[in-house]
């Protein structure tokens, strides 16, 4: 391997086995295999490279390219794997922001996954934006949208409406994603590749339409990719998720990572306090006071609760 960073790349597309890398160098796109050996490092996650990863990388001499090392990470975005309960997924490292993009109808984003996706960006330093698509259909109900605004600026989270069907503060987002590396993450139907196509248009990113049926969106994006943004950047667009489970964020930590907890938690008069059923809690007095969502603790609740099978 080279030295001076001349086989250095930076991933562009995870496709199971298989790489998409563009040389920091030159900037040209290759495919690539990971070496064997980086999968036996004991490593916890299902996959060891991840879209957002600088890697070094060896040539053969018939051109193949191969992964040989990874370097360290500024960050990273991880979930518990849908398949693997003790193992967990890197969706993408070496973020500048995360935006959860979520739908108040056709589809409605469920509270929960929200907080469990903002608790997720708090473990591991990514700041989070949420964006509010679908604005031509959310906007004809002003209050539906003023009481979603509430909960999530009161946690401490910017908020912005958009609509990709009508364009509405695409400038807005564009000033948002300008020089940056941006994860984008939603569930599936909420609009996310529609919005993303807005930014690289000469790129294929897939859209689908809404199952009448379920009312839910179909499944469109397989593999996480990165685009690059023509005013500077990285969208990195991300599979569709369904669920997202917490990994290694214990009972007592967990309420460090909703905000509006954690700014009240000092009142408790127990210094171990659970923030569920002890007298003198802060927390729960500032539920009853409505200086924290109703819906955001309703949230902490059921993640200790669910989560709690995976500890054991």
């Given at each position: 391997m080279s030295d001076g960073g001349e086989n250095r790349a930076l991933v562009m597309r995870s496709a199971g086995s298989s790489y998409t890398l563009r040389d920091c160098n030159t900037g040209v796109l290759s495919e690539a295999r990971l070496r064997g050996k980086l999968r036996l490092k004991g490593v916890r996650s299902t996959n060891p490279v991840a879209v957002?990863?600088?890697?070094e990388y060896d040539t053969d001499e018939y051109g193949e390219h191969t992964i040989t090392d990874i370097r360290p990470r500024r960050n990273y975005i991880i979930r518990r794997s849908p398949n693997l309960s003790k193992e967990s997924h890197i969706i993408a490292a070496n973020v500048d922001r995360a935006v959860l993009v979520a739908t108040l109808f056709s589809p409605e984003t469920n509270p929960e996954f929200i907080d469990r996706f903002l608790v997720?960006?708090?473990?591991?330093?990514?700041?989070?934006t949420i964006v509010l698509n679908k604005y031509d259909l959310a906007g004809k109900f002003p209050d539906a949208v003023e009481a979603f605004r509430e909960i999530y600026i009161k946690a401490g989270y910017p908020v912005m409406e958009a609509s990709a069907q009508t364009g509405y503060n695409m400038d807005r987002l564009a000033t948002l994603l300008e020089g940056c590396t941006t994860l984008f993450a939603g569930n599936s139907g909420v609009g996310k590749s529609s919005l993303i196509q807005r930014f690289v248009p000469g790129e294929d990113v897939r859209t689908a339409e809404i199952s009448s049926y379920h009312n839910k969106g179909?499944?469109?994006?397989?593999?996480a990719r990165m685009y690059p943004v023509a005013e500077g950047g990285y969208i990195i667009d991300t599979p569709g998720i369904k669920g997202f489970g917490l990994l290694d964020i214990g009972p007592g930590e967990l309420y460090r990572f909703f905000p509006e907890l954690?700014?009240?938690a000092p009142g408790c008069r127990y210094y171990n306090c659970t923030h569920v059923h002890?007298?003198?809690c802060a927390v729960t007095e500032a539920v009853e006071a409505g200086d924290i969502s109703e819906s955001r603790y309703i949230s902490y609740l059921k993640i200790l609760e669910d989560d709690e099978k995976y500890r054991k």
């Open positions: 957002g990863d600088i890697v997720t960006c708090e473990a591991y330093g990514v700041p989070a179909k499944h469109t994006t397989t593999f954690m700014r009240h002890e007298p003198g």
